[in-house]
């Protein structure tokens, strides 16, 4: 295929357009009600773009706590109502989970993340149980809870991070643990605080870009906290008012909410700038009016423990207008492995991969993308596989698939070298990405 210089000129033209469909959502307690932001810049887009309802017959907002998206949904969690009003992609309501036997009472944060929707829990009523995740599916249904007290009590938020769950805690242990999955927890701890010199009554977390994990710190030293993959403290910006919630923005700067008002820092000059104000600022989610990339199926555990997890950082779009890229994180490192990929799962069920634990997850005829080293540790799990998605359309015209149309469907799974495993290799799980024009 032939790409003249028109078609990559509008590219570009659509790039912006591309980067408009992406915001920042908070809720604002104090007014209750949603507020969208521009994902680049923090500057508000809309102050009102989800006004309470006040109906017992739909939504009545109390204390809107956090805000997320679960596919093509808008999901916000209300910390003293129990419940959690599901809205679609234009804010318009849709549908309440409330707080009955054994689901919610004061929840925190959530996360949407392996294809299933995690919630803190801190409180007793309605049945629920006090120091817990609670899991839902997609269609707003409890399927399940762990315990997280043999990490902390008043567990504040959850975050899918490098295939684990992080979960922090308000009180008493500052302690920021990892689990799996399905709730098995994991050593050693991400984080722990002494409360003093480091994060004291965490709230929310938010991954950069670059891999690292933003926090925010409600007591006093009051800031934003930066840790790296094994949960370093390697930044902290101070704030005088209690922090709630804090994000990244397309811009690299951060944004943060605090007992007043939602401010921006900027990462180069360290100035903050207020964009809004309210004694009500929470949690903030990204809307993104594309639906994100889905994970699905199981990966392998490697010889030395290792579990991948694929992830994409965008929808791939036909024109190539966004950038796409697929990684897998958490592989055995020192060694070689590719990402592949196929178009069509119509009547497939992932089969086991020889005697082992993985699962191949793709349904021929595949395509291969180019092999790579994982770098990394020998032994370790911090190995990663990656491929430009666009580059890898220009550099390979006739790959399957290509030229892609918006709506085609792509299903990609990562594989790597593993020599005692069965078939001496080991897969990730899979990913389903969906063209956007």
């Not at 109906?55 to 003293?80: C, G």
């Not at 480091?198 to 710190?217: C, H, I, K, M, R």
């Not at 007591?219 to 704030?239: C, H, K, L, R």
């Not at 792509?410 to 990405?433: C, F, H, M």
């Amino acid at each position: 295929m032939i790409r003249t210089t028109s078609t990559l000129a509008a590219a570009l033209a659509l790039s912006g357009s591309a980067l408009a469909q992406q915001f920042i959502l908070m809720p604002d307690s104090t007014t209750d009600k949603i507020v969208k932001f521009d994902f680049q810049t923090g500057a508000v887009v809309d102050a009102n773009f989800i006004l309470d309802a006040a109906s017992a017959l739909t939504y009545d907002f109390n204390t809107p706590k956090d805000v997320f998206q679960v596919e093509n949904e808008i999901w916000v969690l209300d910390q003293t109502a129990d419940s959690i009003f599901r809205f679609d992609l234009n804010g318009v309501w849709i549908g309440t989970t409330n707080g009955v036997a054994g689901t919610l009472d004061n929840c925190r944060g959530g996360e949407y993340v392996n294809g299933v929707v995690y919630v803190t829990n801190d409180g007793t009523a309605n049945g629920a149980s006090a120091d817990t995740v609670v899991t839902f599916d997609t269609a707003g249904v409890r399927t399940g809870a762990f315990s997280v007290a043999n990490s902390g009590t008043s567990p504040f938020d959850v975050v899918g991070y490098n295939g684990e769950l992080l979960v922090c805690h308000f009180t008493a242990s500052n302690r920021i643990a990892r689990y799996d999955y399905s709730g098995n927890i994991l050593a050693p701890d991400f984080h722990v605080s002494n409360g003093t010199t480091g994060v004291d009554s965490p709230e929310q977390f938010w991954v950069t870009a670059a891999n690292t994990v933003l926090v925010s710190g409600f007591g006093a030293p009051i800031g934003v906290y930066e840790y790296d993959s094994t949960g370093a403290q390697i930044n902290f910006f101070a704030n005088t008012a209690f922090l709630r919630g804090v994000c990244e923005l397309g811009n690299g700067n951060i944004m943060f909410s605090d007992s007043g008002a939602v401010k921006i820092l900027d990462r180069t000059t360290l100035a903050i700038a207020t964009v809004y104000t309210s004694g009500g600022c929470q949690f903030f989610g990204k809307l993104s009016l594309s639906a994100p990339p889905t994970v699905y199926c199981t990966a392998g555990t490697s010889t030395n423990g290792c579990v991948p997890a694929i992830s994409a950082s965008a929808q791939p779009s036909a024109s190539l207008a966004t950038p796409c890229t697929i990684s897998v994180a958490n592989v055995e490192g020192q060694k070689q492995g590719l990402i592949f990929y196929g178009l069509d799962q119509t009547g497939f069920t992932p089969t086991q991969w020889g005697a082992g634990t993985s699962f191949l997850c793709v349904k021929s005829p595949t395509q291969r993308t180019p092999a790579s080293a994982t770098g990394g540790t020998v032994n370790a799990c911090d190995g990663a596989l990656s491929v430009d998605w666009n580059a890898f359309l220009l550099a390979n015209p006739t790959a399957i698939g290509n030229p892609f149309a918006a709506g085609a469907k792509v299903y990609a799974q990562g594989w790597y070298r593993d020599p005692p495993a069965s078939k001496t290799t080991n897969l990730s799980d899979a990913i389903e990405l969906t063209c956007t024009p």
